[in-house]
DNA sequence: ATAGGGTTAG
């Protein structure tokens, strides 16, 4: 009997191990007998595969508990992230062993909360002082936060090391990317085992230097599995598919991990047959093998094979049901999405943010803060994509709100928040918030210059930008290319041309976003000669022109007035480049035309298109009417241009001033009114104030107000006030 | 059966 109990014991415990709860569920509750070894093993079980809350209810039930129970049940809310009821279990425990310590002060250290983790450490009992396992758990949460120094005094004030904390010590040097005082370390080592070798290995391959890797893998004296699979899945990392395989090959013993790693390595160079072939001859799969195939066959957008493999799969995961969830939401198939989602039993934190961003991806923003709100458990990258959804939203108030109520914050929600800022057109917001994230100790990334260089751009707000260029060059990002590129388009935007060809001269190899972004530059500060110059130069250096390209430079020479260069430029775009042209280049040649009068020219142009016109091609000849009084076409292409912007009232005030100017006065009425009719059909954007408890409501050119005269002088002085505001309100942000 | 350092997945 007592054997019967240890192999069902021995079961739950393999089957909890490999994802199968609901086998070890059955085994569990069809066990007429149980001891307590029986009721800690299925309290792993469940722990491991997230269901801590029903773990809970076993350790809750089980009739007599033990030390090891006690200290199960604290390492299943370790896993799981709850610190806090792992610390109300250990402070109610009866007595505490050494595992209870370092447990709970590794719950603290992998939760960030390191000063938690310190006192706990400094209280440990005398007779516990001596161990090395809970100064090893302290050594690495300070490695992991970059605390080096810290970790470092820890380490040379422990009594006792031994190889964890040599190794410990060794992992904070290269998880700080500092492979050099790590080269050093291991030298100094007394001791190694193979796990110090891994970890250089791993660390070199972080780093690109595969060559390094390769060499200290040979030197390992007794190298293991992981040792393979490290260096295995570094040349795959680094596209070095021939060599991971011919790894996999020598490796005198495999395991399921190898062969996930080999697998792996397939799908990440989207060999999927060859994948596929591995995953068919691997002699057992787990979990993560399944997963590796979903994953694969979505890359090679394979969404339906990948569906096969979710169906065939026999004990189904979050992970793999996740996997299938990011497919369908790669391919905006949010309702097969949605499916999966529901079908996941146990869902986690990953698949609830994967299911949210996939919602927001698709613009389907009711659903995504309907899910939100249903989410309990939300972890910084929930907050930061719920901070994107309201920023897409237009609603940056709760974008807002979201950022100042989450708890811990990284680089991606101050991005978030920026960009947001920027998208919805609030620039100097962005700007405030950019110099906020520097000044709370942030290094600033690509993606965040960009955003605060953009919104410089946009406002010419020149000094914010030159603060911005010292800070990319303090940050250690002088020679990115994409951050010059925004540097160029925002000295340009602000009419500073030196600085941007400066710039310019200084790239080592320019992209053709660099070309357009200076060719764009001298168009819009009206310098048709320099553009056309470095247009050439382009040429010169091989580097194909595209479509913006031509738009930047058609429009440079429309402002400088080269007529023919700009019509030999556009005619070269189909002959020479045989470039699809767009509908912005037609507009381009129209306004080109129409600036120096050759109306029927550009006319015929527009007749001609092969692509659809729009807007701006019907606009450039309109204006172009109206400055050379050509009141018939002007009126057609007027109409057009209704067609497409028919809520526009500036287009409708074009057409009657050229009216007006005709002296045709019943048809500038006639247009006045159907303005009217437009504005009366389409609730025009009426504003309001309130004063004295009374709302007042007024349109645009709404003059039949009492005083309207003294209200529109005092606007004006408002106006320059707020000028004058904006003004200060830059320097106090270069202040910073 | 439970802890501290190294490998494959969302």
Redesign the pocket.
């Known amino acids: 009997m007592k054997r019967r109990i240890f192999n069902q014991n021995?079961r739950i415990?393999q089957l909890g191990k490999s994802g199968r709860i609901e086998d070890a569920i059955k085994i569990f509750s069809r066990m007429s007998q149980k001891n307590?070894?029986t009721y800690?093993?299925m309290i792993?079980a469940y722990a491991k595969n997230g269901r801590v809350t029903d773990a809970r209810t076993i350790f809750d039930k089980m009739p007599r508990k033990?030390?090891?129970?006690w200290?199960?049940m604290i390492?299943g809310y370790?896993h799981n992230n709850k610190v806090d009821e792992a610390y109300d279990l250990f402070v109610k425990m009866p007595e505490r062993d050494?595992?209870s310590w370092?447990?709970i002060i590794?719950c603290y250290t992998r939760n960030g909360k390191l000063e938690k983790a310190k006192q706990l450490l400094d209280s440990l009992p005398c007779n516990y002082k001596k161990?090395?396992?809970c100064w090893?758990?302290m050594i690495?949460g300070y490695a992991k936060e970059g605390r080096y120094d810290e970790a470092k005094s820890l380490f040379d004030e422990m009594p006792n090391k031994?190889?964890?904390?040599w190794?410990?010590m060794l992992?904070g040097h290269i998880q700080n990317g500092e492979m050099r005082l790590a080269l050093q370390f291991f030298d100094e080592m007394l001791e190694r085992?193979?796990?110090?070798w891994?970890?250089m290995i791993?660390g070199f391959v972080e780093q690109g230097d595969l060559d390094f890797a390769w060499e200290y893998f040979k030197k390992i004296p007794e190298p293991?599995?992981?040792?393979w699979?490290?260096m295995l899945?570094g040349f795959a990392k680094n596209g070095k598919i021939l060599e991971a395989r011919k790894l996999f090959d020598q490796m005198p013993t495999r395991n399921?991990?190898?062969w996930?790693?080999m697998i792996?390595a397939y799908v990440q160079s989207c060999q999927i047959d060859e994948a596929s072939n591995l995953f068919e001859e691997m002699p057992e799969r787990?979990?993560?093998?399944w997963?590796?195939m979903i994953?694969g066959h979505v890359r090679v957008g394979k969404l339906d094979e990948a569906r096969k493999i979710l169906e065939k799969m026999p004990y189904k995961?979050?992970?793999?049901q996740?996997?299938m969830i990011?497919g369908y939401v790669q391919y905006n198939k949010m309702d097969e999405a949605r499916q999966i989602f529901n079908e996941i039993d146990t869902r986690?934190v990953?698949?609830w943010n994967?299911m949210i961003a996939g919602y927001t991806q698709c613009r389907r923003m009711d659903e995504a803060v309907h899910l939100s709100r249903k989410m309990v458990m939300k972890d910084t990258v929930s907050w930061n994509i719920m901070i994107t959804a309201y920023a897409q939203m237009g609603r940056m108030d709760r974008a807002l709100e979201i950022f100042e109520e989450m708890g811990e914050k990284n680089l991606v929600s101050w991005n978030s928040l920026i960009s947001g800022f920027t998208l919805n057109g609030l620039y100097l917001d962005a700007l405030k918030w950019f110099m906020l994230m520097v000044h709370d100790g942030n290094k600033p990334d690509q993606s965040a210059f960009a955003c605060g260089l953009s919104s410089c751009a946009i406002i010419a707000a020149l000094q914010v930008g030159r603060q911005l260029h010292h800070l990319v060059v303090k940050s250690g990002f002088p020679n990115d290319l994409f951050i010059c590129n925004a540097l160029i388009t925002m000295y340009c935007k602000c009419g500073r041309i030196p600085e941007a060809e400066l710039l310019f001269k200084g790239i080592d190899h320019a992209d053709i976003v660099s070309w357009n972004s200076l060719i764009g530059g001298y168009a819009l500060n009206g310098c048709g000669k320099e553009a056309l110059q470095l247009f050439q130069e382009m040429a010169l250096e091989g580097v194909v022109p595209d479509q913006v390209t031509f738009i930047s430079i058609l429009s440079a020479c429309s402002h400088a007035g080269f007529t023919d260069q700009g019509l030999e430029l556009f005619k070269g775009m189909t002959e020479v480049y045989g470039m699809e042209l767009l509908a912005e280049h037609y507009a381009c040649v129209v306004d080109l035309l129409g600036r120096v009068g050759r109306l029927d020219e550009a006319f015929e142009i527009i007749k001609g298109m092969k692509t659809k016109a729009n807007a701006g091609v019907w606009g450039a000849l309109l204006s172009a009417c109206r400055t050379h009084r050509n009141l018939e076409l002007g009126k057609l292409a007027a109409q057009k241009l209704l067609e497409f912007e028919p809520d526009k009232t500036s287009n409708y005030v074009l057409l009657s001033n050229m009216h007006a100017e005709a002296g045709r006065w019943s048809e500038v009425q006639e247009v006045r009114s159907s303005m009217k009719d437009i504005s009366a059909g389409k609730q025009p954007g009426c504003s309001w104030i309130e004063f004295r408890n009374q709302v007042y409501t007024f349109l645009s050119y709404d003059t039949s107000w009492p005083g309207a005269a003294q209200i529109c002088g005092t606007l004006q002085t408002l106006t320059a006030q707020m000028r004058n505001i904006v003004c200060l309100y830059e320097n106090s942000i270069q202040e910073f």
């Open positions: 021995l415990s307590t070894v800690n093993s792993t033990n030390l090891v129970s200290n199960t390492s370790l050494l595992f370092t447990l590794t161990e090395a396992a090893n758990a690495a031994d190889l964890v904390s190794n410990s992992k085992d193979v796990v110090s891994n970890l791993d293991n599995v992981v040792s699979v490290t899945s399921v991990v190898s996930n790693a792996s787990d979990p993560v093998s997963t590796i994953n995961n979050v992970a793999a996740t996997a990011s986690d990953v698949s994967t």
